[in-house]
């Protein structure tokens, strides 16, 4: 069956540095997704891409975040200067309609 | 802004047992999502339903969704040690693709 694939599955980066999350969403999909799960709390979204551009974001998701789809295959998550409070884990998903939600298994993102 | 509460916050059954979990609404359901995620992993999708009174069943799990109750409820029919983990309603609104999450329904069956 078809999956979303994420790496790393975890990911330790000292306060500050600029980490990238990288997903490979399922083939055939169009829309694409960030979620975060902030130990103990909701999942909470972060942003929705289709058609190369970003169609819905979250307050979370400030100028701090940004998506980019650099190839056909690859989706990507950056976070330019990491806080203590970026830790969480990190779900990427996709769906071949709006809604229709596959998600990966996750990037433990870890601030020290 | 939507808010999903779900009920029970936890729940500990023998095995064998059924078991309910709900999911409450603040607003209009257009969609409603379960899944399922173990401690520190995935979401597994389990379940959508998008119209009112609709039911859907996998091997021993049953969703429902009232739409005018702004509630869906997931039934567990004899319960098993597989069957434990996070159970997790999401649900979508109006013109909107992102999913707005309950804080989750732990599961414990005991052997």
């Known amino acids: 069956e078809p999956e979303v694939t994420q790496t790393p599955s975890h990911q330790v980066t000292q306060m500050g540095q600029e980490v990238i999350l990288r997903c490979v969403p399922i083939s055939n999909h169009l829309y694409f997704y960030w979620y975060r799960q902030i130990l103990g709390q909701k999942v909470e979204f972060l942003v929705s891409f289709y058609n190369n551009e970003i169609s819905e974001k979250s307050e979370i998701f400030d100028d701090q975040f940004s998506v980019e789809r650099p190839d056909g295959s690859n989706f990507t998550l950056k976070i330019r200067s990491t806080k203590l409070e970026d830790s969480a884990m990190y779900f990427c998903?996709?769906?071949?309609?709006?809604?229709?939600?596959?998600f990966g298994s996750g990037t433990r993102l870890t601030v020290v | 802004s939507q808010e999903l509460e779900q009920s029970p916050q936890s729940l500990i059954v023998q095995e064998g047992k059924n078991l309910t979990i709900n999911c409450t609404s603040s607003?209009?359901?257009?969609?409603l999502y379960w899944y399922k995620q173990k401690y520190g992993e995935g979401l597994i999708f389990l379940m959508m339903l998008q119209k009112g009174g609709e039911e859907k069943s996998h091997e021993k799990i049953t969703a429902k969704l009232d739409e005018k109750k702004q509630q869906s409820s997931l039934h567990i029919t004899a319960s098993q040690p597989s069957h434990a983990g996070i159970y997790l309603c999401?649900?979508?609104?109006?013109?909107?693709?992102?999913?707005?999450f309950g804080k989750g329904t732990k599961l414990s069956v005991i052997p």
């Open positions: 607003k209009t359901l257009y969609g």
């Open positions: 999401g649900a979508s609104g109006a013109g909107s693709y992102q999913l707005t």
């Open positions: 998903a996709s769906s071949a309609f709006p809604g229709g939600y596959t």
